[in-house]
């Protein structure tokens, strides 16, 4: 599995592969740009954490849900 390379894989092997970049990268987008926005009252934490956390961690998506779940305050 490790020596495979693009083109042997197969035509929808390859097309999820680039599915979840896309929603991972968007996942990721939408988290920073809602940090951009929202004052640092209304984040749980500080916004120099979640930030490299949402950006740096490879969780298959799941840093900016944790965003999105846990990281902001309720108004």
């Known amino acids: 599995m490790a020596g495979r390379k693009w ?31 929202r004052p640092a009252s209304q984040i749980r934490g500080s916004k120099w954490v979640w930030a490299p956390a949402v950006t740096v961690i490879n969780s298959f998506g799941l840093a900016p849900l944790a965003y999105f779940v846990f990281g902001r305050r309720r108004g």
Do not use: C, F
Request: hydrophobic share 50%; charged share 30%.
């Open 7 to 37: 083109s042997d894989l197969s035509k929808s092997t390859r097309r999820l592969i680039i599915v979840a970049g896309v929603a991972e990268a968007s996942l990721k987008a939408a988290a920073l740009v809602d940090m951009k926005r």
